[in-house]
């Protein structure tokens, strides 16, 4: 579980591979009914994630085609089918996959 008040743990997991695990400050999603953002001790929360980036501490970005959330007790866990960059144009690093 995140260590700051302010942080939570997110896990990006496909299913050929764990994309990204840290602690984060927000994260920016294109969900099925609307964009929005998690905080910190965000209300529980399971929702479809739709074609589009997800957006990191406003930092870092990983697009993606589509996926399942599920926020509980300030851990964030995302599901996706697979990285754009990975259909696009074949198998790629995770440094490739997850732009600064």
Known sequence: ??????NFRCTILSPQNLIFEDDVNSL???GDRSEYELLAYHYP???LI???DIIIDAKRRISIRSGILRFFANECTILIEDTEHTFASGRRSLDEVIKL
């Open 50 to 52: 739709q074609k589009g």
């Open 45 to 47: 929360l399971v929702g």
């Open 28 to 30: 920016f999603i294109i």
């Open 1 to 6: 579980m995140a260590q700051n008040r302010t």
